[in-house]
Nanobody, 126 residues
Framework: QLQLVESGGGLVQAGGSLRLSCAAS????????MGWFRQAPGKEREFVAV????????YYADSVKGRFTISRDNAKNTVYLQMNSLKFEDTAVYYC???????????????????WGQGTQVTVSS
């Protein structure tokens, strides 16, 4: 089992930055593809970014491309989401997720990920 704990959320003004962290338990963290998703009130959970288990490949939702950066430190069992130029519409609960699926290309669906954190709130004031 893999346990995930997010941190780093908070209140920030539009145009500001935040860095989210997701700490994972377990010695096999480097085997997992890691993703970030978000869910705004009244909306479905949506894909934000994903990074391959080796860290060599990343992919972003169009809405965050060029503003957000996903990275991982396998030695620290941690994945990060650097969020710059934040907009009001980025307000949501952000979740990190882990997947052991291989060979299916880029993973962007919630059903592709079997392990989830509890989420961290990001609020962007306009």
């Amino acid at each position: 089992q893999l346990q995930l704990v997010e941190s780093g959320g908070g209140l920030v003004q539009a145009g500001g930055s935040l860095r989210l962290s997701c700490a994972a338990s377990g010695r096999t963290f480097s085997s997992y593809t890691m993703g970030w998703f978000r869910q705004a009130p009244g909306k479905e959970r949506e894909f934000v970014a994903v990074i391959s288990w080796r860290g060599g490949s990343t992919y972003y939702a169009d809405s965050v491309k060029g503003r957000f950066t996903i990275s991982r430190d396998n030695a620290k069992n941690t994945v990060y989401l650097q969020m710059n130029s934040l907009k009001f519409e980025d307000t949501a609960v952000y979740y990190c997720a882990a997947s052991l699926i291989r060979g299916r290309g880029i993973l962007t669906g919630t059903s592709d990920f079997g392990f989830w954190g509890q989420g961290t709130q990001v609020t962007v004031s306009s």
